[in-house]
């Protein structure tokens, strides 16, 4: 069964140095989500991609967060000077549908950061 | 802006029992759907059941099941002969088709079966 592959699963590092995470989402998805889930919280958005463009990345902090899918199909999310607060579960998802369309999001193991 | 509120942070059932896993969200929109995914520990977010807006009728999937009250914007997720391996967290999620996919979670609630 197709599934979501992230890497690497955990990620320990200490603050002020870069980190970067991968995602490689179903094949034939349009759709590409990145989610940060804190500790005892639901995910939010970070970024969405549908191919190589960006959608939405209105909660994505530009500042020292940066996200890309160059060729629309696998996708690097990357934090340079990551932060203590940037601490959470990263989360990937893909979704067969475009456009505004409803489909059903599946999701990838997720990469934990624990920044120290 | 839309939001989903998950009351119960954790609940606990006994093993062959039923439990109803509350979440009320708050929109403007109309037509929209409604989620209820599981994340087990250490493991992938699946989707547990799927409810449009439109439809009156509740969605069932085998044991899950939902009470969709639009009116009161709630959206509760009853499980019946729970097993041990219905474990997890449990998400409601909503989303609008005008937002593409973007779904908004509630904080999620952690479900233990007790044996």
């Known amino acids: 069964e197709a599934e979501v592959a992230q890497s690497p699963r955990y990620k320990i590092t200490e603050k002020s140095q870069a980190v970067a995470f991968w995602c490689d989402p179903i094949?034939?998805?349009?759709?590409l989500y990145w989610y940060r889930q804190i500790l005892g919280q639901g995910p939010e958005l970070l970024v969405q991609?549908?191919?190589?463009?960006?959608?939405?990345d209105s909660q994505l902090p530009k500042d020292r967060f940066s996200a890309e899918r160059l060729k629309g199909v696998d996708s690097t999310l990357k934090i340079q000077p990551a932060e203590l607060g940037d601490s959470a579960m990263y989360l990937c998802?893909?979704?067969?549908?475009?456009?505004?369309?409803?489909?059903?999001?599946?999701f990838g193991e997720g990469s934990r950061l624990t920044v120290l | 802006a839309q939001t989903v509120t998950q009351s119960q942070p954790e609940m606990s059932v006994q093993e062959a029992e039923t439990v109803t896993l509350s979440c009320t969200y708050d929109?403007?929109?109309?037509?929209?759907?409604l989620f209820w995914y599981k994340q087990p520990p250490s493991r992938q977010m699946i989707l547990v059941i799927r409810?449009?807006?439109?439809?009156?009728q509740n969605a069932t999937e085998n044991r899950f099941s939902v009470n969709f009250q639009k009116a009161a914007k709630s959206f509760s997720l009853k499980i019946s002969d729970s097993q041990l391996g219905d474990a997890a967290m449990y998400f409601c999620?909503?989303?609008?088709?005008?937002?593409?996919?973007?779904?908004?979670f509630g904080q999620g609630t952690e479900l233990s079966v007790k044996p």
């Open positions: 998802a893909s979704s067969l549908l475009r456009g505004e369309d409803t489909g059903e999001l599946f």
């Open positions: 094949s034939g998805h349009a759709t």
């Open positions: 991609f549908q191919d190589e463009s960006v959608v939405d």
């Open positions: 929109t403007s929109e109309s037509d929209y759907y």
């Open positions: 409810q449009e807006a439109y439809k009156q």
């Open positions: 999620a909503y989303v609008s088709p005008n937002q593409g996919g973007k779904l908004i």
